[in-house]
């Protein structure tokens, strides 16, 4: 009995040490859980490094040159869409950015594209608004896609920012590849597609007497 007597406490005293050995196992074990996971890393990308043919001269002044974004564009996301399987919904990849708004890049690549001659006295010179309403890689079929941009442009008088000429624009080409990447490429190119077009149509609005185009931008 003596000896039963002394081994109870050393045995209490074990017991209660595995007990909060293994209280703080758990603990520590819920405090690794509870630290923030490391967002997965994502790729961004833009439309490269200009390598297209130089600033082509326009025969009157456009004082400012702006893209908006529609505002389901006015992220980094990348859109693409299923044609095929689900029509109306859109999708965004989840590993792959644009380095900046959609908007801006093409803004961006506007401005390189085009000089103008210098505007009058009294800071006149159009202005030339696009408003951006689709910028998404399509997927007509299973490994089939295609890159899809289309935009409104408008010419607008100095000061008053009374319509001039307005025209709406849809450019696409095909994808390389059915993933990102390859949306990418396609995109980069309707871009390059859509600032040629757009070019064309305003020099040739100063080709038509009616528009008066020089005498209302101030050249």
Known sequence: ??????????????????????????????ACNS????????????????????????PF?????????????????????????QPTRR??????RWAAQPAQLIELTIRRSMRTADPALGGS?????????????VFDAEGVSRGVVEARAALLAPRSDQLIATRAFSVAR????????????????????????LLDWLEGLDADPASRVRARCGA
């Open 1 to 30: 009995m003596t000896g039963a007597r002394r081994e109870g406490p050393a045995m209490a005293r074990k017991s209660v040490s595995g007990i909060l050995l293994a209280v703080s196992a758990v603990l520590a074990l819920a």
């Open 35 to 58: 630290v923030p996971k490391a967002a997965p890393g994502y790729a961004a990308h833009d439309f490269g490094l200009p390598d297209g043919p130089p600033a082509r001269q326009l």
């Open 61 to 85: 002044p456009i004082r400012n040159t702006e893209v908006v974004p529609a505002p389901w564009l006015a992220s980094t996301a990348m859109h693409y869409r299923l044609l095929y399987a």
């Open 91 to 96: 999708q965004v990849f989840v590993e792959n």
């Open 125 to 137: 010179g159009c202005r030339l608004r696009i408003d951006l309403d689709e910028f998404a890689q």
């Open 174 to 197: 095909p994808a390389p590849s059915a993933n990102a990447v390859g949306g990418v490429v396609a995109l980069r190119e309707a871009v390059t597609r859509l600032k040629g077009e």
